[in-house]
């Protein structure tokens, strides 16, 4: 192996092991703020607000209602059953009553601006009612997504503190994203805590569109994309430098040396590529509907990556030697088709596909190597661009420094996994024969485009 050959593929192995590397000089992450209550008065606020008000309260039992609202509103309807001296006390003091109500609802819960308070005792039940706004906000198609639960959107967890927990969209929509921990009863989401399931659960994003369907499921999916694309801060980006730099390298390597690298067969790579793939993914498919062998979302996020990657292969071989623009013209067809298809799955399935795209265009870029700038230049400056687009999906929200220290653990590995996977189409679009280089017929010789 020559000197040049020995760095170009050093490279490679400097991007698979600099996750690791990395990682060891990282410490754990700083502990998140204590989560806030749903329903603020359904559990042991109301109890602690009270005690501090002179009233020994023992909550029986707390349900809450929250009605999303066409302007972004939610109006909460809470009914909690509480011993009988307690409700003989709050039912003859409507000052105590609403001090200890507001009071509970200061104390770590995700209401700060009740408005339209009020406050009744019946049967020795607190009823409460109050208006909050901001707590959701309208998308694409009328999809309408609950701000208030989206963890992005939030600096702490949430807590459910009642024993039934209801949401319901605007009039006339449905359910078309619950939470994995909730029901879906009546065109209304649902959570009470079980055994397995004490509290909310870590993924808490709820949507409600005009209609039910794939096409409603795609909309929804797109928008809580473009929510967290709107949430992103400048500081994040630095998630993006360390993979960049990195890509910078590698694409520099393939400039210099990238001829000298080992010819391949490309009807086996293909073939192997295409056909492993596509195993993977009917695998990865099946274990989402049959027995639970593996995490939805790891199932979700491999067949979704193996199908692209079968696709993109398995074209590479049906098109037989494609110019380098019809490879990055299939390779971004075949992409959009994945992302279009996973949008009606799952928000995990579309960031996979979103994060996918830049190791399938390692295909086009071996097609063009150094012979067609038209495609390997745009192609180059996607894949330096790709992990600051990938930062944003990771983290839409992290100070500089800690975007930087934060990538060791998303996209450093990201961009390893990428290149590892890239590659092989890399050497499959280099292999598949000299017909690469011509553009409209005649054959471009420059070699200042990156690989």
């Known amino acids: 192996m020559t000197a040049r050959r020995f760095v170009l593929l050093g490279a490679v192995a400097v991007l698979l092991v600099s996750a690791s590397l990395a990682a060891v000089a990282v410490g754990p992450a700083a502990a998140a703020p204590p989560p806030e209550a749903v329903c603020g008065v359904c559990g042991d606020g ?4 009270a005690e501090d008000a002179g009233v020994p309260l023992t909550v029986e039992y707390g349900a809450a209602t929250i009605s999303v609202r066409e302007d972004g509103s939610g109006r909460w309807h809470a009914r909690v059953r509480v011993d009988d001296r307690a409700a003989d006390r709050l039912a003859a003091n409507a000052t105590l009553r609403e001090r200890v109500v507001r009071a509970s609802l200061d104390r770590r819960s995700v209401v700060d601006d009740p408005r339209n308070l009020h406050t009744e005792v019946a049967n020795d039940t607190l009823v409460v009612t109050f208006t909050q706004p901001g707590v ?8 309408v997504l609950v701000d208030l639960l989206d963890p992005r959107a939030r600096r702490a967890g949430l807590a459910l503190e009642a024993d039934r927990l209801r949401i319901e969209g605007p009039n006339g929509t449905v359910v078309s994203r619950a939470p994995p921990g909730a029901t879906v009863e009546d065109g209304a989401a649902v959570w009470r805590p ?11 994003r709820l949507a409600f569109a005009p209609t039910d369907g794939p096409g409603s499921r795609a909309l929804t999916t797109a928008g809580f994309v473009a929510f967290g694309v709107s949430l992103a801060e400048p500081g994040a980006l630095a998630l993006g430098v360390a993979p960049a730099v990195l890509l910078g390298s590698l694409l520099l390597a393939l400039r210099r040396w990238g001829g000298e690298l080992p010819a391949v067969d490309p009807s086996p790579l293909g073939k192997g590529i295409a056909g492993g793939g596509a195993a993977v993914a009917v695998l990865a498919g099946a274990a989402l509907a049959g027995p639970v062998l593996l995490d939805a979302a790891v199932a979700e996020t491999v067949a979704t990556f193996a199908a692209l990657y079968a696709l993109v292969a398995g074209g590479a071989i049906a098109l037989d030697r494609p110019s380098a623009r019809a490879a990055l013209a299939y390779t971004l067809g075949a992409s959009t088709l994945v992302a279009v298809a996973a949008s009606t799955v799952s928000l995990v399935a579309v960031q996979t596909a979103l994060l996918s795209v830049p190791a399938a265009l390692w295909f086009p870029l ?40 934060l990538s060791a653990f998303t996209t450093v590995p990201w961009t390893a996994a990428t290149v590892a996977f890239g590659f092989p189409l890399y050497l499959l679009g280099r292999g598949l024969g000299d017909d ?13 485009s990156a690989g």
Request: proline letters at 7%.
């Open 46 to 49: 109301l109890a602690d607000a």
């Open 136 to 143: 959701a906000h309208r998308s694409l198609g009328g999809v």
């Open 436 to 448: 690469a280089g011509s553009v409209d017929g005649s054959e471009r010789t420059s070699g200042a």
């Open 194 to 204: 079980t055994d397995e399931q004490p509290g909310l659960g870590s993924d808490t």
């Open 366 to 405: 071996g097609r063009a190597r150094e012979r067609d700038r038209t495609v390997s230049a745009p192609v180059a400056v996607a894949l330096l661009a790709s992990p600051f687009g990938a930062a944003v999906l990771y983290a839409p929200s992290a100070s500089p420094l800690w975007g930087v220290l």
